[in-house]
């Protein structure tokens, strides 16, 4: 497993759709930090940092790409077959390669946000008090918005061997990305981070029944 780990990752370092997403997301944190200075607008750190964090919706669609491009690939290629030769089991893969993934996803949904936030805290500081009550609901909005990008990752990761397919694994990702989220908010904020679990145990258990040729 230590093997196949270290060879994801070192496909992840090479994957050009990663580091074009990862300058995407600083070139977009950049434009929505120097407004307000451009435009002589008093924004503190912590309202940037709400702000940009309502960009989830966005950048669960660059996770759809992101999928499309590392993982859909390695099925489209028979890359995944070769690692069924050398002796791995099918979940061992799939794991792998989901782990070598989320890790893309991380700087490609955060990056925004430290650049315009940080900006943001040069000019007017953070404008709210550093205390415990602070820092754990900065915390629970982070942690809610993670939770819809990795709910949108592990989305596409179950749709692309169920379509088999570039489009259909990127849209009917995120419509049951976006179905979850809905209901999410209207029924129960811990079915999303639930939903995480289920969707990539359901990718797993069909990725090992899957027609991989």
């Known amino acids: 497993m230590k093997r196949l780990l270290k060879a994801e990752f070192f496909k992840l370092s090479k994957e050009w759709t990663l580091w074009l997403l990862m300058l995407f ?15 002589d607008v008093v924004i503190t750190g912590y309202e940037m940092y709400v702000m940009r964090l309502l960009a989830g919706l ?25 690692s069924i030769y050398s002796g791995f089991r ?11 993934f989320f890790a893309g996803v991380l700087p490609i949904v955060l990056l925004h946000i430290c650049v315009a936030t940080a900006m943001a805290v040069s000019q007017n500081g953070w404008g709210m008090p550093q205390n415990g009550a602070f820092l754990m609901e900065m915390s629970l909005r982070m942690l809610w918005y993670l939770a819809g990008c990795f709910c949108a990752g592990s989305s596409v990761l179950l749709a ?25 908010e209207s029924v129960h904020g811990a079915l999303l981070y639930g939903s995480i679990a289920v969707l990539l145990a359901a990718a797993v258990r069909l990725f090992e029944k899957c027609d991989l040729n």
């Open 90 to 100: 099918r979940s061992q893969i799939f794991l792998a390669k989901a782990a070598a």
């Open 58 to 82: 966005r950048y669960e669609v660059l996770i759809g790409v992101f999928a499309v491009s590392f993982v859909y690939s390695e099925y489209k290629n028979h890359t995944l077959i070769h």
């Open 160 to 184: 692309i061997p169920l379509t088999k397919n570039y489009i259909g694994a990127f849209g009917l990702g995120l419509c049951i990305a976006y179905l979850i989220q809905i209901l999410a």
């Open 25 to 39: 997301s600083i070139v977009d944190g950049y434009l929505d930090g120097i407004v307000p200075v451009r435009y």
